[in-house]
T-cell receptor
Framework: DTGVSQDPRHKITKRGQNVTFRCDPI?????LYWYRQTLGQGPEFLTY????????KSRLLSNRFSAERPKGSFSTLEIQRTEQGDSAMYLC????????????FGPGTRLTVL | DAKTTQPNSMESNEEEPVHLPCNHS???????IHWYRQLPSQGPEYVIH???SNVNNRMASLAIAEDRKSSTLILHRATLRDAAVYYC???????????FGKGTRLSVIA
């Protein structure tokens, strides 16, 4: 399967703990996006990378959130000191610059903070 | 803020065509119109996109109004597997983040 993959698919954690999610984009895609989705809502943008450079961060991305994309391949999203309000589906997408912005999404990581 | 307007929900009988409307009155001249769908417990899936002309692919057809302020996603024969939330988005070609609204929840009745 050459699509976008995310790991883990589900994560249950206690409030105050740190969690880290991983995204592996489609190999020839240089752009990588993170979105968050809560129940009944569409996905909301968090941050995106072109290669290893983080180009934009949403105001939704508090200072407890950090994302990296070393070497411009896979990406990690870390949430420190999790809060119950962080419970959501975290989605990763990738695309190739120079196209019409078709983005290809992974299956998501569902985070539950107890 | 979402820049498109879609009905909250629609219903269709299996094997019948479905027309999903979208208004995007604030679209700029260089924005593409994209449609994605999200099946239960999955990430969004790209369906189709267009700029000015109508488009067809194996999944659906996209009809774009002449003034580009609205579009319609057409599923020619709805199946149970088409039950999903359908999102209409307009986006420029600069690979910027997508802005999703709440979409249209399509139910397909056997």
């Amino acid at each position: 399967d050459t699509g976008v993959s995310q790991d883990p698919r589900h994560k249950i954690t206690k409030r105050g703990q740190n969690v880290t999610f991983r995204c592996d984009p489609i190999s020839e895609h240089n752009r990588l996006y993170w979105y968050r989705q809560t129940l009944g809502q569409g996905p909301e943008f968090l941050t995106y990378f072109q290669n290893e450079a983080q180009l934009e961060k949403s105001r939704l991305l508090s200072n407890r959130f950090s994302a990296e994309r070393p070497k411009g391949s896979f990406s990690t999203l870390e949430i420190q000191r999790t809060e119950q309000g962080d419970s959501a589906m975290y989605l990763c997408a990738s695309s190739r610059s120079g196209t019409s912005n078709e983005q290809f999404f992974g299956p998501g990581t569902r985070l539950t903070v107890l | 803020d979402a820049k498109t307007t879609q009905p909250n929900s629609m219903e269709s009988n299996e094997e019948e065509p479905v027309h999903l409307p979208c208004n995007h009155s604030t679209i700029s001249g260089t924005d593409y119109i994209h449609w994605y769908r999200q099946l239960p417990s999955q990430g969004p899936e790209y369906v189709i996109h267009g700029l000015t002309s109508n488009v067809n692919n194996r999944m659906a057809s996209l009809a774009i109004a002449e003034d580009r302020k609205s579009s319609t996603l057409i599923l020619h024969r709805a199946t149970l597997r088409d039950a999903a939330v359908y999102y209409c988005i307009h986006t420029n070609s600069g690979n910027t983040p997508l802005v999703f609204g709440k979409g249209t929840r399509l139910s397909v009745i056997a």
